[in-house]
């Protein structure tokens, strides 16, 4: 599920459950569960922005000559 989401997407849904648990409206299992998805939710942003990360330092990286 969460693997398929884009780091948009993902920080949507972060976002929601975030709003969700601010209300202040949920019951203490519901918000224990609002908990454990936007850990999951703010895993796949972190986990999204550190490929892209990984990306650009490849491309900023300089190409070494061959001697």
Do not use: F
Request: with cysteine; hydrophobic share 35%.
């Amino acid at each position: 599920m969460s693997d398929e989401l884009t780091y948009e997407q993902a920080l949507e849904k972060l976002d929601e459950k975030l709003k969700l648990l601010e209300d202040g409206e949920l019951g203490l299992e519901d918000a224990l569960k609002a908990v454990d998805e936007a850990r999951i939710y703010l895993k796949v942003c972190t986990d999204r922005l550190e490929v892209a990360r990984k990306k650009i330092e490849i491309r900023a990286e300089p190409e070494t000559a061959p001697e």
